[in-house]
């Protein structure tokens, strides 16, 4: 059971245009939930997280919007750049010491020019 | 600061070779983790270590794999006998039980691109 679903697959936006990334969760004990953004060669590397106490958190052109009652959040990226071309993790954990994250299957992102 | 180091990059083997992979967390970080990244499964995880004991390794696949930390300062994923279908990318990271909430921050390494053949 896939416990932390993304969607779509992929995305292609414009630059300037804003990408919106979906995740949902099926655990109502995740109470952290991490972006990780990956290059190709590279690993993964926190974005930008948010905890399940708060409905959206801002860091600036990122932004989570969070619905505990569904269990749903997004990621939107306004401004898009071709540099944000890559794909982003959807994570989440029960949050508490070193607890594991359990990821989802990531969205590619391309930014055209 | 170097970051997680993973070695080699890039790792060929035959069918039936064993094949160690080796991981180098950020100094002071007390927590590692193994994970797996396939096109077909995603991030999986695979196991993690907390000041060098083993903490859970309930993502690892339950022959063939093994995974030590034998000091603070790297971790080791070994598997034997390897098959096609454990070709992937295999990423370490390492977290700081600093601040509260900063334990869970994961600093990848490049991650070690296993090809079986």
């Known amino acids: 059971q896939q416990q932390v679903r993304q969607s779509p697959q992929s995305l292609t936006v414009w630059e300037g245009e804003t990408a919106i990334l979906n995740c949902s969760y099926e655990d109502s004990t995740f109470n952290y939930f991490p972006w990780y953004q990956q290059f190709p060669g590279e690993g993964p590397a926190l974005l930008i997280s948010?905890?399940?106490?708060?409905d959206k958190k801002e860091d600036g052109r990122f932004t989570i919007f969070f619905n505990k009652r569904e269990k749903k959040l997004s990621l939107h990226i306004t401004d898009s750049q071709p540099g944000d071309s890559a794909t982003y993790f959807c994570?989440?954990?029960?949050?508490?010491?070193?607890?594991?994250?359990?990821f989802g299957a990531g969205t590619r992102l391309a930014v055209c020019p | 600061n170097a970051g997680v180091i993973q070695t080699p990059r890039h790792k060929v083997t035959g069918k039936g070779q064993e094949a160690t992979l080796w991981c180098e967390p950020i100094s002071g970080h007390s927590a590692v983790f193994w994970y797996r990244q396939t096109i077909v499964q995603g991030l999986e995880f695979l196991t993690y270590?907390?000041?060098?004991?083993?903490?859970?390794d309930s993502g690892m696949p339950k022959e063939r794999f093994s995974a030590q930390m034998p000091n603070q300062s790297h971790s080791t994923l070994k598997i034997q006998s390897t098959q096609p279908q454990d070709s992937a990318v295999y990423l370490c990271a390492s977290s700081f039980p600093g601040q509260k909430f900063s334990n869970e921050r994961l600093f990848f390494g490049h991650g070690t691109k296993l090809s079986v053949l």
């Open positions: 948010i905890r399940s106490v708060s």
């Open positions: 270590f907390r000041n060098q004991a083993p903490i859970d």
């Open positions: 994570a989440a954990s029960a949050g508490g010491s070193f607890n594991k994250l359990t």
